[in-house]
T-cell receptor
């Protein structure tokens, strides 16, 4: 169990640029989640996948955000035309379907700063 | 709808003193409740969970929490604080009867005073 990994750990970009983050879940986990965390807030759900299917997207996820999990393994989160309000920590988590209490294992996050 | 409210965005305790972090929940169904901890520059780690079995739940690092239905509370405690406990703590509740989604509170940052 190598844990959930996220890359990059930090990203600084200029407003209007596109950014892409990657998440590698724990290998036997079929569920993968993306959250956004801003200062003083808990993680806010953005979207999640079961295998390669994107099952739910939050209303927080504007049209500029897109997530993929093409082979049911790693996932990418892309933000197009970044805005300063997108500055946040983006967390990825994974879990195994079928557990009653849905323990999610989190990665270290990608901190995005939009200048 | 389910939600959790964490009372106090910052809590300071002296090393060796009792730690008490408060969480109240709202749920239309029997809740599953969780406490997660986040150390600086790290992801969240599950401390403990309540899933309708024993009301007193023991977790890692000496933490425990008690589910009190009458008070709709799930407060986190530790008898004796250690410097290494300084972190942010999040209470969370399962959304409805779903096994695939949890909702987090805003968090409480715990400061340990020497």
């Amino acid at each position: 169990d190598t844990g959930v990994s996220q890359n990059p750990r930090h990203k600084i970009t200029k407003r209007g640029q596109n950014v892409t983050f990657r998440c590698d879940p724990i290998s036997e986990h079929n569920r993968l989640y993306w959250y956004r965390q801003t200062l003083g807030q808990g993680p806010e759900f953005l979207t999640y996948f079961q295998n390669e299917a994107q099952l739910e997207k939050s209303r927080l996820l504007s049209d500029r955000f897109s997530a993929e999990r093409p082979k049911g393994s790693f996932s990418t989160l892309e933000i197009q035309r970044t805005e300063q309000g997108d500055s946040a920590m983006y967390l990825c988590a994974s879990s195994r379907a079928g557990t009653a209490y849905n323990e999610q294992f989190f990665g270290p996050g990608t901190r995005l700063t939009v200048l | 709808a389910q939600s959790v409210t964490q009372l106090g965005s910052h809590v300071s305790v002296s090393e060796g003193a009792l730690v008490l972090l408060r969480c109240n929940y709202s749920s239309s169904v029997p809740p599953y409740l969780f406490w997660y901890v986040q150390y600086p520059n790290q992801g969240l780690q599950l401390l403990l969970k309540y899933t309708s079995a024993a009301t007193l739940v023991k977790g890692i690092n000496g933490f425990e929490a008690e589910f009190k239905k009458s008070e709709t509370s799930f407060h986190l405690t530790k008898p004796s604080a250690h410097m290494s406990d300084a972190a942010e703590y999040f209470c969370a509740v399962r959304e409805g009867n779903r096994d695939d989604k949890i909702i987090f509170g805003k968090g409480t940052r715990l400061h340990i005073l020497p």
